[in-house]
């Protein structure tokens, strides 16, 4: 009967340690690969400076730089405000390949004879396309410049 017994509980540790054997190899499922459409924005220069004396302008320029550095194309939807000042283009859409970049040149107006004053321009730019296909996920950046 001992026999029986040990036997059977032999059997038993041996079958037990086969299958949890088993489950160490049994692959782990695969991650869905999600796209990083990440991205940078540069200003250059960072501060503008508008003549609105009788003699000046009152136009300003700078380049907003997009780089990606993601391995799919993206597409960037950039919003450039200043209050109280013009801004052209206020919107841009670009289209940017993997690891290129693309350049806005932005012109900001202020009305001639205006009192001296400061502002905090801001770029903010979000990803609506990966490969074509729209994306709804915080892809964003901001960056901003100053005015005076």
């Known amino acids: 009967m001992e026999n029986t017994n040990s036997r059977f509980t032999a059997l038993f540790l041996s079958f037990l340690m086969l299958t949890s054997a088993l489950v160490l190899f049994v692959p782990q499922p695969a991650e869905a690969q999600s796209p990083t459409p990440d991205f940078t924005i540069e200003i250059n220069p960072g501060a503008i400076t508008l003549d609105v004396s009788p003699r000046g302008t009152g136009v300003g ?50 009305l001639l004879r205006t009192p001296y004053r400061q502002a905090q321009g801001n770029v903010h ?23 005076s």
């Open 125 to 147: 730019g979000a990803v609506t396309h990966v490969d074509g296909a729209p994306v709804s996920a915080g892809y964003e950046q901001d960056n901003g410049f100053f005015v």
């Open 61 to 110: 320029t700078t380049t907003i730089t997009i780089q990606s550095q993601s391995a799919h194309t993206i597409t960037v939807a950039v919003d450039i405000s200043v209050a109280g000042y013009q801004v052209a283009p206020s919107r841009a859409t670009v289209t940017i390949g993997s690891m290129q970049s693309a350049t806005l040149n932005v012109a900001i107006a202020a």
